[in-house]
C-alpha cells in the first residue's frame, strides 16, 4: 500500500464516530495533518496528501449534495490549503498572535 492508502486507512481509524460536516471540518483537518505527519513525506507534498486525504473523507460521507459542495468549495477555493499552511506556521512559531490580532482589530475599527 502507498502514502495515500495508509494514511486514508488510518484517518477513518480516527474518524470513526466523526460526522462529516461543516461544524467538524476542522477536526477532520487536524486528524489527517495528524496522519500526514508520520509520514516520510515533508513540506508542500504532506499538504497535498493532507488535502487529498480530506477531499476523499468528503467525497465519501454520506452527507446532503449541498453540505458536500460547501466542503468541496472550501477545499477547492484553498481554504483547507491556507488552513494547513497557518497551522504548520504556528507549529513552527512563525506566527506572531498578538499581531494578528492587532491587525484584525485596526481592520475591524475601519468598519
Known sequence: MGD????MKELKTKLVGVEVSVENFM???????EVVEV???KGSVQKELAVRLVRT?????PISDN???LLLDMIDQGVLGNTVDLVVDASRGKLD???VIKV????CALL
Open 104 to 107: 484584525a482589530t485596526g481592520c
Open 57 to 61: 473523507v468528503v467525497v465519501e460521507a
Open 27 to 33: 477536526v477532520i483537518v487536524r486528524f489527517a495533518m
Open 39 to 41: 509520514t516520510q513525506l
Open 97 to 99: 498572535v498578538n499581531t
Open 4 to 7: 495515500f492508502d495508509n494514511c
Open 67 to 69: 453540505k458536500e459542495k
